[in-house]
């Protein structure tokens, strides 16, 4: 009985040891060129579809297919201006355009007069 509770014990601690299985993410950067547009003042306030409500005054964009969280850097290709901005909503539902931005993200890149801009996006994503 002794020996069977031993074993036992023994299996156990070795389990709870035992190396794990330590496959790392690789981190894959990802590049795209297109047009940006922002939101209309309309919005503010609004919930976007992560459930946040929308602040023209925030970094933050819409895309149709990143991961909400994801941060993208957003690059004004006729100025050269850059920011980072984080991706909570989805959208723009237009062929044209490939991320709306916040109101203030436009300001600070140089295009909210204008209402779009040619643009380069880049993001990191992990690939397992």
Do not use: W
Not at 5 to 34: D, E, S
Not at 60 to 69: C, E, K, N, Q, R
Not at 89 to 105: F, N, Q, T, W
Not at 119 to 128: A, G, K
């Amino acid at each position: 009985m002794r020996y069977c509770l031993f074993v036992g014990v023994l299996l156990l601690l070795v389990g709870f040891t035992a190396p794990k299985n330590n496959k790392k993410a690789a981190l894959t950067n990802f590049r795209k060129t297109g047009y940006a547009t922002y939101y209309a003042k309309r919005f503010e306030g609004h919930r976007t579809s992560s459930g946040v409500r929308y602040r023209a005054s925030k970094m933050t964009a819409a895309h149709l297919s990143l991961p909400f969280g994801t941060i993208v850097t957003v690059t004004n290709l006729s100025n050269g201006k850059s920011i980072d901005v984080e991706v909570n909503d989805r959208g723009p539902h237009s062929k044209k355009y490939m991320i709306d931005l916040s109101a203030g993200a436009a300001k600070e890149l140089g295009f909210y007069r204008q209402g779009h801009s040619k643009v380069e996006i880049s993001y990191d994503l992990e690939i397992e």
